[in-house]
């Protein structure tokens, strides 16, 4: 006898181990990316926090001032990015939008030791 396809068994065999695979496999490969995008999330969240630190060290009596009066200083991207020390078209690798420009990075003073927050999304 001439056989010529696959059985009923091979097939249901072959069917069972994608799915095992794909059951196994499919949440390891979600949070690798997961863990990918929040760490590249981090690196833009340092970038932005040097780029205020370079602006404060440009700008010291202006941010001492206002962290006198207010407590804090906030320097907006916005103004980083005019000043040379951000690039433009910042994206969220999170959520895959465009970081604001009005998301600003909160300076406070403890002792001589500048400390930088950025409170966007």
Do not use: E, H
């Given at each position: 006898m001439n056989k010529n396809g696959f059985t009923l068994v091979e097939i249901l065999?072959?069917?069972v181990l994608i799915t095992l695979l794909a059951v196994f496999i499919t949440p390891k490969?979600?949070?690798l990316i997961n863990n990918s995008k929040d760490k590249a999330y981090d690196g833009i969240?340092?970038?932005i926090e040097d780029a205020a630190k370079s602006y404060t060290y440009l700008n010291t009596n202006t941010i001492d001032i206002s962290i006198t009066a207010n407590?804090?200083?906030e320097v907006t991207l916005l103004t980083?990015?005019?000043n040379g020390l951000l690039e433009g078209g910042i994206t969220n690798?999170?959520?895959s939008e465009d970081i604001s420009y009005s998301d600003v990075v909160r300076i406070t003073k403890t002792g001589n030791k500048y400390n930088y927050e950025y409170?966007?999304?």
């Open positions: 065999v072959t069917v490969v979600r949070t969240v340092s970038t407590g804090y200083a980083l990015q005019q690798p999170k959520t409170m966007g999304g």
